[in-house]
């Protein structure tokens, strides 16, 4: 797979699936997960709330799909990022299903192209360095006949000079 490191806004990426770093309820917020929302337009939540009357809540670090709605992507996998409480393992263990699950997911519908962004970096508090590192981590360790390509999506510089450094080494 190849990867590949955008600074940007993941609503405007040319991908079969972009990621979505949701919250649980499924229903938008906050940072990517309201923009996604918001540029997506009302099928995702109409898909959503379809999820949620399913299943009920996602669980942190499983991953659900819906259509892209008004998205250039053709699809969105929203995975519930872990909050961050100070417990590193737990914390790490959970914000790395958050990529398998996605990419397993993304590898069941086909995608080419996968753009994520960086999971629960944001309100949810985890550390910067440590949740690229993790991400970096299992895309590489991850082993795909499907997918081809990997686009990091940061949205701030901060998030960009960290991921830049990981990729290089």
């Not at 797979?1 to 600074?7: A, D, G, S, V, Y």
């Not at 997960?33 to 109409?46: E, N, Q, T, W, Y």
Request: glycine share 10%; proline share 2%.
């Amino acid at each position: 797979m190849n990867i590949e490191l955008i600074k940007g806004d993941i609503t405007k990426i040319e991908a079969d699936a972009i990621v979505n770093a949701a919250n649980s309820s499924l229903l938008g917020g906050g940072g990517v997960d309201g923009a996604i929302h918001r540029a997506g337009g009302k099928k995702i939540l109409d898909e959503c709330i379809e999820i949620r009357n399913r299943q009920g809540k996602c669980k942190t670090g499983e991953a659900v799909v819906t259509t892209g709605g008004n998205l250039p992507a053709k699809y969105v996998i929203h995975t519930v990022g872990p909050v961050w409480n100070g417990n590193e393992e737990k914390g790490s263990k959970l914000l790395a299903n958050c990529y398998i699950n996605s990419l397993k997911l993304a590898e069941s519908l086909d995608v080419k192209i996968i753009a994520f962004p960086n999971i629960s970096t944001g309100i949810y508090r985890f550390p910067k360095e440590l949740a690229a590192k993790i991400a970096i981590d299992e895309v590489k360790d991850f082993t795909s006949e499907i997918i081809e390509k990997v686009i990091f999506v940061c949205f701030d510089d901060e998030n960009e000079k960290i991921y830049r450094k990981l990729l290089e080494e």
